[in-house]
């Protein structure tokens, strides 16, 4: 049994380990270019921040391009906010990017296919270790036989 | 020994294995490209830097891939900073002047850098024999999905990627490539790798 313990908690840590990607060209954040606020100004703005919060930066480790200060992640925020002032849906941005750099670039991969498994496995883990536990803890206080 | 818990402590531990070994497999900062297979982005871009020889394109022509149907052609998205594209670049010049006269084509499309530091970057290196063209934005290097440079598409003659190299290129896997893809190519060229969907 604590063999199989071990190696559940060996696969939780494996599925936790995100796969890292080529780092270069860090710059500094950029600021909307606009001087002038309007309302709809700040509803793009936030349309942007919110699908820009979804996509992965293809060059840093586990960030959405909205947290990223990287040159590519900045250009991909504005091909972002291009997208939507052009009368673009989120979902239809969103597919565009999925389109140049597959399912990947999603930071919550859509629950399709294989991908699934991504949502199941980690539930599956917690109970099972919450089961072995529950198992363990019983064994342990279970009073002692004696046999005499 | 106990069997019992020996078998159990095999089964917990295959699957951890097999993740391992599919993780330490394949390398964990590639982003695998759902382009190859599909049409190439259509772009037009400026040129920087003209090219010397046949492959020449004056400075400031603009350059369509939509009008580059009917050819190979090989896009290299590249930069001063980047390391690995100097191990590369006499490579790409000179397979370019090998194929000159021939339906082919060789484009580089500057990533996130300036003219000026290509332009003096070209000159170290001794030249380049195919023009070099700037991506404002780095609008067309999102369009083909870069994520890093060097970063090379070879197209087909109808518009279509059939390749995708991330990291140096090899003299040996574009002359596999071009071959393959030249319009005239006779049926025993065949698709050196299997890319392509």
Aim: charged fraction near 15%; hydrophobic fraction near 45%.
């Amino acid at each position: 049994m604590r063999y199989a313990a071990l190696a559940t908690v060996a696969v939780a840590v494996a599925t936790c380990v995100a796969a890292p990607a080529r780092a270069q060209d860090v710059a500094a954040p950029s600021r909307p270019s606009a001087t002038t606020t309007t309302a709809s100004d700040s509803a793009l703005e936030a349309q942007t921040t919110a699908v820009a919060s979804t996509l992965r930066c293809p060059v840093c480790q586990g960030e959405s391009i909205q947290d990223s200060p990287s040159d590519l992640a900045r250009q991909m925020r504005i091909v972002v906010r291009d997208k939507l002032r052009a009368g673009n849906t989120p979902d239809q941005v969103k597919a565009y990017f999925v389109s140049k750099y597959g399912e990947w670039i999603l930071l919550d991969p859509t629950m399709t296919g294989l991908n699934i498994l991504l949502y199941v496995i980690p539930v599956l883990l917690v109970v099972g270790g919450l089961a072995l536990i529950a198992i363990l803890v019983r064994r342990w206080t279970a009073p002692e036989t004696t046999t005499q | 020994m106990n069997w019992k818990r020996a078998s159990i402590a095999v089964l917990a531990a295959a699957p951890l294995i097999a993740l391992f070994a599919y993780g330490f497999s394949r390398d964990p900062a590639e982003i695998p490209s759902p382009l190859p297979g599909h049409a190439a982005p259509n772009f037009t871009l400026t040129v920087f830097a003209p090219g010397d020889g046949p492959l020449m394109q004056p400075l400031g022509d603009t350059v369509r891939l939509g009008e580059l149907v009917g050819k190979v052609v090989v896009v290299n998205f590249w930069a001063s900073w980047c390391g690995p594209c100097r191990s590369e670049h006499a490579t790409l010049s000179e397979t370019a002047r090998q194929y000159a006269g021939r339906p082919a084509r060789f484009i580089g499309v500057l990533y996130n850098d300036s003219a000026a530091s290509a332009t003096q970057w070209i000159g170290e290196m001794g030249g380049q024999s195919y023009p070099a063209l700037l991506d404002p934005g780095a609008l067309t290097a999102i369009d083909y999905g870069v994520y890093g440079v060097p970063e090379t598409f070879i197209v087909d003659a109808t518009g279509r990627i059939a390749y995708k190299q991330v990291g140096p290129v090899s003299a040996n896997i574009l002359h596999q490539w071009i071959d393959s893809l030249l319009p005239n190519a006779t049926a025993a060229g065949t698709v050196p790798r299997t890319r392509v969907p």
